[in-house]
């Protein structure tokens, strides 16, 4: 039942993921790339809470104000 997906994921989705992220990760600065990476998870949580409507108690908030806090550090350090 769940071989299909699993097969997917490990087959094709995986790879192209891979593929493509790697050569992105070639054409751009290294500091943009890993702030794409830290980012995920937190626009993951905010996906998931707006429309699957999982809860985000005061840890996730926090998590997540942390990390944009980081990259706004990052990004300014940037530019300067």
């Known amino acids: 039942r769940a071989l299909l997906p699993l097969a997917y994921l490990g087959l094709l989705a995986g790879p192209i993921i891979t593929w493509s992220s790697t050569s992105v990760a070639r054409l751009i600065p290294a500091v943009a790339v890993s702030l794409g990476y830290l980012l995920t998870p937190v626009l993951g949580v905010a996906v998931s809470a707006l429309f699957l409507g999982e809860a985000l108690g005061w840890d996730l908030l926090a998590g997540g104000a942390l990390v944009l ?6 990004i300014a350090a940037g530019r300067r």
Request: glycine share 34%.
């Open 69 to 74: 806090a980081g990259a706004g550090v990052a």
